[in-house]
């Protein structure tokens, strides 16, 4: 049995089939290859409640900004930094206190803003159904909210088993 000897040609000829077989397996399995993504246009859209919602959250932005302006014209006044050029206020700014005093100015002026309150609203009102809703009433005084067990107490277990054993002896 005489093994036959492949001569260089058929080799390489061999590995060049290999790696076409290669390629065309991983074109096909590569759908971005195959298939091209279609471009298009950007058009504006026609939903009326997008574009509301767009405006408002714009408008919300627009109020957050200035409230930020006002609180650092605010903060100039007081410690006389209204010559201060753009870059010397932003390194006065940054230091440990003075960051921290015109945060809690930003923090003060949007608090009374009507944005802040708004959401204070929403989220109070949201607590207080998740709250009423997690917690069963208490039968003892009407209107009074208390968390009662989710299983009975040893007392009932007890009442609960001796009427079960009175009624199957009656």
Known sequence: MEKEMLNDEEIVQMIQEWWI???EK?????????KKVEYVPYRESTNA???????EVRDKLEELENINMDALQEVKLENGLEAMGHLDFKNWALETNNFLMLSKRV????????I???????NDDFTKRLKDENRKTDEKEIGEKRPTLESPS?????EEATKKVRGEYK
């Open 154 to 158: 040893p007392k009932e277990l007890k």
């Open 107 to 114: 923090i003060s002026k949007a608090e009374q803003n009507a």
């Open 49 to 55: 409640s997008v574009k509301e919602k767009f405006n």
């Open 26 to 34: 991983e074109a096909s399995d590569n759908y971005r290859a195959n």
């Open 21 to 23: 077989r290669e390629k």
């Open 116 to 122: 802040f309150r708004e959401y204070l609203a929403l």
